[in-house]
């Protein structure tokens, strides 16, 4: 069973602060990843998409690098905001569906 | 288009009823899949359709559940004798074939069994 891990399962940060949230995966023969933000009791809105030919995404304050080889993604969040509080979640493209992680509970506190 | 689209965005019903969720998806993409997702837990796939074809179900699809999509366009998810365990997140995305650009999702529909 292929499977994605998210590190750590939750993180309450107070602002300002810059953060790292990791992800990892077993299968090699991904298409691209893609990082998600869901609030609660909402839908998943895409954060950024990494190509397995790509090293990293930027979008704003979010930076997203994948090692494809090791099986790894980070998603760098600079000076982290209140807004930001929300679950992130990982998932990995090999082809037919997306494969998630189960996400990093994000708490920035004012 | 406004992206992906689901109806109803919450549903109480009692146990042993059938409900059944709508998704319309991004016009220009093909494919189109559900996923479940329960409370603190990251969406699990339950099936996908390539435009009309619904070409793959995941083993959490019991026999309760059924997918159509029969005009390549909008899709229903029927949950026949609901259960308390089928109490969750029902999220519909969709994609152009293979998600090459990404995957879309919707704002899902929230069913809670009693």
């Known amino acids: 069973k292929q499977e994605v891990t998210q590190i750590p399962a939750a993180l309450s940060v107070p602002e300002g602060e810059n953060l790292v949230l990791n992800c990892s995966f077993t299968d090699s023969a991904i298409y691209n990843l893609q990082w998600f933000r869901q609030d609660p009791g909402k839908g998943l809105t895409s954060l950024l998409l990494?190509?397995?030919?790509?090293r990293e995404q930027t979008s704003g304050r979010l930076n997203a690098s994948l090692d494809k080889s090791s099986g790894r993604s980070t998603l760098y969040i600079a000076a982290s905001q209140p807004g930001d509080s929300a679950t992130y979640l990982c998932a990995y493209n090999a082809g037919n569906m997306l494969t998630f992680g189960g996400g990093t509970r994000l708490m920035v506190k004012p | 288009d406004t992206g992906v689209s689901q109806d109803p965005r919450h549903k109480i019903t009692k146990r042993g009823q059938n409900v059944t969720f709508r998704c319309d998806p991004i016009?220009?993409?093909?494919?189109l899949y559900w996923y479940r997702q329960t409370l603190g837990q990251g969406p699990e796939f339950l099936t996908y359709?390539?435009?009309?074809?619904?070409?793959?179900k995941s083993r959490l699809l019991s026999d309760r559940f059924s997918a159509e999509r029969p005009k390549g366009s909008f899709s229903t998810l029927e949950i026949q004798r609901t259960e308390q365990g089928d109490s969750a997140m029902y999220l519909c995305?969709?994609?152009?074939?293979?998600?090459?650009?990404?995957?879309?999702f919707g704002s899902g529909t929230r069913l809670t069994v009693v």
């Open positions: 995305a969709s994609s152009q074939k293979g998600g090459g650009y990404g995957y879309t």
């Open positions: 359709f390539q435009n009309e074809a619904q070409l793959e």
């Open positions: 990494i190509q397995s030919s790509q």
């Open positions: 016009s220009e993409h093909n494919r």
